[in-house]
């Protein structure tokens, strides 16, 4: 058991509810929550981990994640609060993968540099957007990526170069055992028209079609090789289906959204019917984009159960 009067880190938060640390504000408690202030809090922090047995979950900004209802039996660690060191230096960047994105954004748009413009918009802080290799409209972050530093689980401080990184469509091979602290980027410079028009077209196209009124994770899924996940889950009928607060987006297919008061068993239902109905259909198998955390094992599996 742990004594809470004992825990090294005022940052610790006991019994922490998970819905005011995402963006669908759904989740049950994490057993601990923690926000390090430092490189050398957060060192402590993982070793305090360890010699309490204690299941590590990194998070971000929490802007893809659905937590279960019942919360999280472990140690929850986000960076975003403290970890937010951003410089540029003519056509590099460095920043700490605490800094949301939009801000890294708006920065390098200001120096007239052009690369991240594409991600307006985009949701959540670097490091998951590194570990997601986000992208929209054509650019991804892998693309301007020069190396990033890690600390493990033991505490200990690696690097790595791009290169030794495989990224691909919303993934890369970043060890999930390693919590992603900072990195490099080398932009170009642009003129300030150029780049203006790239940032609107996307500003445009995220706002024209995507229901960002409402509280959502982003994309459910990620697309199959066939084409656009929503585009198949419109096809299938399911736009505007509700499962109590919960709702597939009468805007865009592949966002799932929260009307206020909806579960995380809500939405798991409304996954697991998304997903059946496209296999039926089009026998094409849906991959999660999302990050869940806290469901048994099986939960997103177990769609044949659930009827439309």
């Known amino acids: 058991m742990i004594n809470k009067n004992k ?44 010699a309490n047995k204690l ?9 893809n994640l659905l937590v279960s209802d019942s919360g999280i039996n472990g140690l929850v660690i986000s960076i975003r609060k403290n970890f937010n060191q951003l410089l540029i230096d003519g056509e590099n960047i460095f920043a700490e993968t605490g ?34 290799n986000a992208g929209a409209f054509g650019g991804e972050i892998s693309n301007y ?41 080398k932009l170009k410079k642009s ?3 150029k780049i203006s028009t790239n940032k609107s077209k996307a500003n445009f196209g995220r706002k024209s079609t995507q229901p960002l009124n409402f509280k959502s994770a982003g994309s459910v899924f990620k697309n199959p090789p066939e084409g656009a996940a929503g585009y198949f889950i419109d096809k299938a009928g399911l736009k505007g289906l509700k499962i109590g607060d919960a709702e597939i987006s009468q805007q865009h297919a592949n966002f799932f959204v929260n009307h206020g008061k909806a579960k995380a068993s809500d939405l798991v239902k409304l996954i697991c019917i998304a997903k059946k109905e496209v296999k039926k259909k089009y026998d ?15 939960t997103f599996g177990s769609w044949k159960k659930y009827h439309f």
């Open 7 to 50: 825990t090294l880190n005022k940052n610790f938060l006991f019994d922490e509810p998970m819905s005011k640390h995402t963006t669908y504000r759904i989740g049950g408690p994490a057993k601990i929550y923690s926000n390090p202030s430092n490189k050398s809090e957060l060192i402590e922090t993982l070793k305090y981990a360890k």
């Open 55 to 63: 299941k590590i979950y990194f998070i971000g900004s929490g802007s």
């Open 99 to 132: 800094v949301i994105l939009g801000r890294i954004v708006r920065e390098s748009v200001k120096m007239n540099l052009s690369g991240f413009e594409s991600l307006v918009g985009v949701p959540g802080t670097l490091g998951g957007a590194i570990i997601m």
């Open 145 to 185: 990526l020069q190396s990033v530093n890690a600390i493990t689980l033991n505490g200990e401080e690696k690097s790595y170069n791009a290169n030794d990184i495989i990224f691909s469509y919303r993934s890369s091979t970043f060890p999930r055992d390693e919590i992603l602290i900072s990195a490099n980027f």
């Open 191 to 193: 003129s300030n028209h």
């Open 284 to 298: 094409i198998n849906l991959e999660l984009e999302i990050k869940t955390l806290g469901f048994e094992k099986g």
